[in-house]
């Protein structure tokens, strides 16, 4: 197939294992990990941990990406649409609160087909928003909760730390295809989130008016009560961003202080933000095939 489902319109040739766009996948999805996760916002993780699998491949091309080994190595294995259910109903079976889909937006129509016939559990889009509206249809019904990150509200940072200068407006339009989809967000009585958009965003380094630009945003579009808003203080260097000198250092208190006092004082109502301790490897898994295969298909 000519490709041209995600915001780049590469239009690369793609079969069942290859790929020759910007994602270098093919259109079988491939997944690195498929477990438990207790490191996402608490509404999220839960009591029993989010059945989270980890699609490897992406469209953006991040050079502070934590997770290069599958995003930029494609480290995985590939599964069809039916492989892919199962893999998904033998997480239902370990407990877990939902289903956490992480990066697939290369992977939609076969994420869309594994989803056919519903879930038992709420199902969670958590992607790095650069996504098209068409291809977000295709998981209308099928998709209660969505986990975009806004990582720029600035074109001239979009484009020189992931490539992609038109990010801004395709985010943008992302995330108001997926608030159509789900309404103002629902929560239940012991703090699960069950419907609903969760706008995530990590403060850079060096890079505060982005960061106030991005709740400028949030606050100007939605009401209290139609979104959640998470502001992420994680920031990690990366080797990929060893070139910019500016990116090898994490957020200093001050601006720590000043990111969270700034959505503090906005209209944003809902939501929740990290301590500067967040910083460091923690949140990175292990993607090691754990929950997927004993031995890789590369």
């Given amino acids: 197939m000519i490709c041209t489902g995600c915001p780049r319109g590469c239009a690369a040739e793609r079969t069942a294992r290859e790929g020759r766009g910007f994602c270098r996948m093919g259109t079988d999805p491939v997944v690195a990990r498929a477990a ?12 029993g941990g989010s059945g989270t699998v980890f699609f490897s491949g992406c469209t953006m091309g991040c050079v502070f990406c934590q997770n290069a080994k ?19 109903f033998s997480l239902a079976d370990k407990g877990v609160c939902n289903l956490n889909l992480v990066t697939g937006g290369h992977f939609i ?45 600035e074109s001239s940072l979009s484009a020189r730390y992931s490539h992609a200068p038109n ?18 967000y629902v929560m239940t009585e012991d703090g699960l989130l069950t419907r609903g958009v969760a706008i995530r965003h990590l403060v850079m380094p060096g890079a505060l008016l982005n960061s106030f630009a991005v709740m400028d945003w949030v606050e100007e579009t939605f009401s209290p009560g139609d979104v ?22 994490t957020l200093t208190a001050e601006e720590h202080e000043a990111a969270v006092g700034y959505l503090m004082d906005s209209g944003i109502e809902d939501g929740f933000y990290q301590e500067l301790e967040a910083a460091g490897e923690d949140f990175i898994p292990a993607f090691d095939l754990t929950g997927v295969d004993k031995q890789p298909n590369l």
């Avoid at 599958?70 to 998904?88: H, Q």
């Avoid at 990010?167 to 103002?184: D, H, N, S, V, W």
């Avoid at 959640?228 to 250092?249: K, N």
């Fill in 36 to 47: 438990p996760h207790f490191g996402e916002e608490p509404c999220i993780s839960g009591p």
């Fill in 109 to 153: 129509p076969a994420i869309a087909e594994a989803l056919e016939g519903g879930f038992p559990l709420p199902v969670v889009w958590n992607s790095s928003g650069y996504e098209s509206v068409e291809a977000l249809r295709m998981l209308e019904g099928k998709v209660q909760v969505y986990l975009p990150d806004m990582k720029y509200a």
């Fill in 228 to 249: 959640l808003f998470s502001l992420m203080s994680q920031y990690t260097p990366q080797p990929g961003g060893a070139a910019f000198p500016e990116l090898c250092r």
């Fill in 167 to 184: 990010y801004p407006e395709t985010a943008k339009a992302a995330i108001l295809e997926m608030f159509r989809q789900t309404g103002p």
């Fill in 70 to 88: 599958i995003s930029i190595g494609g480290y995985g294995k590939a599964m069809t649409p039916k492989e892919l259910r199962e893999l998904f």
